[in-house]
């Protein structure tokens, strides 16, 4: 196989996730609307920066072995260059799973706050006692009590 033709496989995983970046930007955009944290668009749109760059990044290294040639690299000087892309590429990475995690932590439940209850305003606070059970029923251990005919 051509070297075009392996990187082209290579990065098959790379469009997944760029198709799946893509949708999770769209979603977090029309979250905002709804309360979603913007750290969450920053998140997918430096996750879709970093795929893209990475995806580009594969297929410039390919001449690698012209650029040894031609402009008289050695091989430290190759690795060099790799490190010095890879880097920034990893540390975007890192900082869009960083934001995804900042965003649902910050998506939860705010804190309560001591003594507030633990359900909506508008229920009762205790449990409403039972009226008088109606003719007919009786409480377990008594005479049922029979409505006047």
Known sequence: MS???LRS?????RVLLLVVGLLGLIFAIRGRAKGVSGLMVG???IMLV???AGIA?????????????SNHLSVDE???IFLAVAIPLDVAAVLSWLLVALAVVKSGRP???FGAPPYPAGYPMTAQPFGSPQPGYAQPGQQAQRPPS
Do not use: G, H, Y
Not at 9 to 13: A, F, G, L, T, Y
Not at 59 to 66: G, M, N, P, Y
């Open 3 to 5: 070297p075009l033709a």
């Open 9 to 13: 496989i290579e990065v098959i995983p």
């Open 43 to 45: 998140a997918f749109a």
């Open 50 to 52: 970093a795929t893209a």
């Open 57 to 69: 990044w594969q297929f410039v290294s390919l001449d690698a072995a012209s650029w040894i040639r």
């Open 78 to 80: 190759l690795n060099l």
């Open 111 to 113: 804190p309560r706050q």
